[in-house]
């Protein structure tokens, strides 16, 4: 069955990204281990892209050492294939419009779907553009990824009539990056897209604490958290495995309403 | 199920976040409803006659044509507009439309910082917050700039990401924007970006060609053989331009910037080296790698130092109305001081780009053929960095 769906059953999903590659593709490869052992329902691998606009310094920094130290897309699809004899979790690709359009659509998703990538989030593809991929994604089984921001507001009804896999519901204004506070009208923003359409909501940007992750988890289907991720692989560099999954542990428990078990 | 909107052929769209989708629509639907209102259009007239001092000169450059010893040459004085550039243009239309809709803020790029100056400028006019982002790298070639923005009352913002220059301005500016849309218009400088930004400034400049149709036509009675202009982005090229699109027997040719040559890495020649993608909301022509990496592109000017083009110059290109052709920093600096000595015209590096193939290309054609240049911007900007290049100590 759908990797993507079995990953909302039942659970809130916790959804964790990494920039691939960064600081470099073994690193990558066991962290998508780790948080697999972790508890994370679904990972995103980001492609590292030249001018990431819709990110924050800590995910364009990330994206600077990874293509200095080599990272090429060719490189993730190896890497994804042999992580997937290992894991089964979800494994989505991140990456904006324009690696995709020139490596060649179809030949992108076609390797997609050869390595087991089960679905792609591409932020500078809007609903109105999203037919640039959604025919090629449809024939290679590839699930592409819809966003609503708080400024879509009626726009919401027909991207998420049209929604599939999950709806990646930005909380807040502005580019990712931690936030100390989230943007309050998340809840409403997920009611209008629950009165049009089944598909589950997930939240990003800004989440970094155990807290703000139950708490978005309690309004919604998924939490996805990214910035807080790659600022311990920032931090940690090749030795990131560890304060990786511990971090990704404290998530999942907090999402599971479980006690935060914190020294 | 797809609204494509903002086509030139396969070229150009809204290849942006979510978060902005709204404030694109919001723009468009403003803009088609001012462009034919009287009023608006009485306001713009008013503010580029009275302010800008439109309409520029067409100036017949007698002794760079006796010089060359060809085709007659014309030079469209843009430079001579209030701030220096034909960016005053956009610029007026863009703030109007931004006071229509209510914001009290305006953000743009820069990349030399004539379009920073003509923003502050009009935000100064009209009573608007301005904020200016131009690549760190920028602020260093054009510092006079920067403190010309500063005195009229805006803040700028040194852009330390990527390579520091106009790409990564622009993404600064749109990374800026999602953080605050309400109460903030982005004022996009040139031709490119999501629509409806490359089919509206096209539109606020196309009074270039315009004028220029009309000037020819009092002077000499008949259409110019070539229309040439300098093409980053490509606003005052297509201003240009676009009153000629449909008289198939006037050449239209865009200069690119070549830096070290189109043979060197070190180029920004969008058309000779680029390839198709999709970027800053578009999709166009784009310095690039194998795997859609953006190239840090280079010239020696900081307003053509950009990886791309607007989508309706690749469509132009495409179906061969228009040429555009790489002029390298070598040829550049070198018509910049032909016409400061020939004419008593110190040109924008710019500028120069436009000059330099016109240079080679008048001798060639009869002494009846007819060449409009199209000086888009004053030198003063650029006389420090071309004594720079030049090893001149002036004790800036």
């Known amino acids: 069955m759908n990797r993507i769906k079995k990953a909302f059953e039942n659970k809130k999903a916790f959804i964790a990204f990494i920039t691939g590659g960064d600081p470099d593709i073994e690193t990558t490869e066991k962290l998508v281990i780790a948080l697999t052992e972790a508890g994370a329902d679904i990972i995103e691998i980001g492609i590292p892209f030249s001018d990431p606009i819709a990110e924050g310094a800590v995910i364009q920094e990330a994206s600077e050492r990874s293509l200095a130290n080599g990272c090429t897309v060719d490189k993730l699809f190896e890497m994804v294939k042999r992580v997937r004899e290992k894991v089964d979790t979800p494994l989505l690709f991140m990456t904006y419009i324009n690696p995709v359009f020139v490596y060649g659509k179809e030949q992108f998703m076609k390797k997609c779907a050869d390595c087991g990538i089960d679905g792609i989030i591409v932020p500078d593809l809007p609903f109105e553009e999203s037919d640039e991929l959604s025919y090629i994604c449809e024939q290679h089984g590839i699930t592409q990824i819809s966003m609503i921001a708080p400024t879509s507001e009626e726009r919401i009804k027909m991207i998420a009539e049209n929604a599939g896999g999950f709806l990646y519901c930005v909380s807040s204004l502005g580019v990712t990056g931690v936030r100390s506070e989230i943007n309050t009208g998340v809840s409403e923003m997920i009611q209008k897209v629950k009165a049009v359409s089944s598909v589950p909501c997930a939240v990003g940007f800004g989440i970094s604490t155990p807290e703000q992750a139950r708490d978005m988890a309690a309004v919604s289907d998924g939490v996805i958290i990214g910035s807080a991720i790659v600022r311990l692989a920032a931090e940690y560099g090749r030795d990131c495995e560890g304060p990786v999954k511990k971090y990704a542990r404290e998530i999942k428990y907090a999402m599971e309403n479980k006690n935060l078990c914190r020294k | ?396």
């Not at chain 2, 468009?28 to 000169?57: I, V």
């Not at chain 2, 004085?77 to 005053?88: A, C, P, Q, V, Y």
Request: net charge negative; with cysteine.
């Open chain 2, 1 to 396: 199920m797809n609204i494509r909107r903002g086509r030139f052929g396969e070229y150009g769209g809204q290849y942006i976040p979510e978060t902005l989708m709204n404030a694109v629509d919001e723009l468009e639907q403003a803009y088609l409803r001012y462009r034919d209102d009287s009023g608006f259009k009485n306001e713009l007239t008013n503010l580029l006659n009275n302010y800008a001092g439109r309409p520029s000169l067409l100036y017949f450059a007698e002794k760079m044509t006796h010089d060359l010893g060809g085709a007659k040459i014309y030079l469209k004085r843009e430079d001579l507009n209030h701030t220096g550039s034909h960016k005053i243009n956009n610029v007026l239309g863009q703030i109007l439309l931004a006071k229509k809709m209510g914001k009290t803020r305006v953000i743009a790029e820069t990349g030399a910082g004539q379009h920073g100056v003509a923003t502050a400028t009009a935000a100064a006019l009209t009573g608007l917050e301005c904020e200016i982002f131009m690549g760190k790298e920028d602020t260093e070639r054009q510092a006079l700039n920067v403190f010309r923005m500063e005195l009229l009352g805006a803040t700028v913002h040194p852009v330390t990401s990527g390579t520091m220059t106009l790409k990564d301005a622009v993404n600064e500016t749109m990374r800026e924007w999602t953080k605050r849309i309400h109460d903030t218009h982005y004022v996009l400088g040139s031709v490119m970006g999501p629509h409806p930004f490359p089919m509206m400034v096209r539109d606020f400049q196309k009074i270039i060609g315009k004028e220029i149709k009309e000037q020819i036509m009092l002077a000499e009675g008949r259409l110019p053989n070539a229309v040439i202009a300098c093409v980053g982005g490509g606003s005052n090229a297509i201003g240009a331009f676009y009153e000629f699109l449909d008289d198939p027997s006037v050449r239209l040719i865009g200069c690119e910037a070549a830096g070290l040559g189109v043979d060197n890495p070190k180029n920004a020649a969008t058309m000779a080296n680029g390839a198709v993608g999709i970027f800053h909301g578009m999709k166009s022509y784009f310095c690039q790698d194998e795997y859609g990496q953006i190239a840090p592109v280079y010239s020696i000017s900081a307003g053509l130092d950009y990886p791309g083009i607007g989508p309706e110059h690749a469509y132009l290109s495409d179906i061969s109305r228009a040429e555009y052709v790489p002029v390298s920093d070598n040829e550049a600096v070198e018509a910049f001081e032909y016409l400061s000595r020939t004419e008593g015209i110190i040109p924008a590096i710019e500028s120069a780009h436009a000059i330099s193939y016109a240079k080679k290309t008048a001798p060639a054609m009869a002494r009846d053929q007819i060449i409009v240049i199209n000086l888009s911007g004053r030198g003063d900007k650029d006389v420090a960095a071309i004594a720079r290049y030049k090893g001149v100590n002036i004790n800036e």
